[in-house]
Nanobody
Framework: QVQLVESGGGSVQTEGSLRLSCVASGYTVDNYCMAWFRQAPGKEREGVGKINTGRGNTYYPDSVTGRFTISQDNAKNTVYLQMNSLKPEDTAMYYC??????????????????WGQGTQVTVSS
């Protein structure tokens, strides 16, 4: 049974940093597409980055490019989201997601089969 568990959320001030972790169980992450999404109250869920764990290539939308970085640690079956220069508009619940095989173009939630429970990130001004 595939499970994803996120951690690392919290409250920070503007320009602060956080690192989120997503620990996978039930499979090995080295041949999956792993992504991070976020959802703020009243807004649609949006992708903030993905990594093709078999190749290591990543993709980010313009809203977070240069501030967010996804990395993987196959030995720990874990994917990370390093978030720097955080802004109040980054406040949201952050979710880890996975799909077997290579990533599809862009980041669409319907392309992912497995989801974590989310971790809250709050950025204050």
């Amino acid at each position: 049974q595939v499970q994803l568990v996120e951690s690392g959320g919290g409250s920070v001030q503007t320009e602060g940093s956080l690192r989120l972790s997503c620990v996978a169980s039930g499979y090995t992450v080295d041949n999956y597409c792993m992504a991070w999404f976020r959802q703020a109250p009243g807004k649609e869920r949006e992708g903030v980055g993905k990594i093709n764990t078999g190749r290591g290539n990543t993709y980010y939308p313009d809203s977070v490019t240069g501030r967010f970085t996804i990395s993987q640690d196959n030995a720990k079956n874990t994917v990370y989201l390093q978030m720097n220069s955080l802004k109040p508009e980054d406040t949201a619940m952050y979710y880890c997601a996975a799909r077997k095989g290579n990533c599809k173009p862009y980041i669409h939630q319907q392309d992912f089969d497995y989801w974590g429970q989310g971790t809250q990130v709050t950025v204050s001004s």
